[in-house]
């Protein structure tokens, strides 16, 4: 499985980016995506995560009311991360994720090469 994110760049505190992650290598119908967030020094800590199946997703506590993630159809294998009300704490680099098996310690099967968002203030 091959994951590539796609959307990060600067952005002004209170606006909005979306992210895009595509899949792609092999049938996958049963694997949750998610996205997770890095910045230097710190830890990978999770942002979103969606049932490709159902459309169920579920959020951090920062990013909730802010952050939407999608998509499009239970077939489709790009999922997308709307980010609405950006703040400056919001600036990491984000991971796309396949197959997550656990938020905290972070845990997945497949990882994208990661996309950084950048919130200036």
């Known amino acids: 499985v091959q994951l590539q994110a796609f959307g990060g760049g600067l952005v002004q505190a209170g606006g909005s980016l979306r992210l895009s992650c595509a899949a792609s290598?092999?049938?996958?119908?049963?694997?949750?995506m998610g996205w997770f967030r890095q910045v230097p020094g710190k830890e990978r800590e999770f942002v979103a995560v969606i049932n490709r199946a159902t459309g169920t997703t579920d959020y951090a506590d920062s990013v909730k009311g802010r952050f939407t993630m999608s998509r499009d159809n239970a077939e489709s294998t790009t999922v997308y991360l709307q980010m609405n009300s950006l703040k400056a704490e919001d600036t990491a680099t984000y991971y796309c994720?396949?197959?997550?098996?656990?938020?905290?310690?972070?845990?997945?099967?497949?990882w994208g090469q990661g996309t950084l968002v950048t919130v200036s203030s």
């Open positions: 994720a396949a197959g997550i098996r656990s938020r905290a310690p972070v845990k997945s099967d497949y």
């Open positions: 290598g092999r049938t996958f119908s049963s694997y949750t």
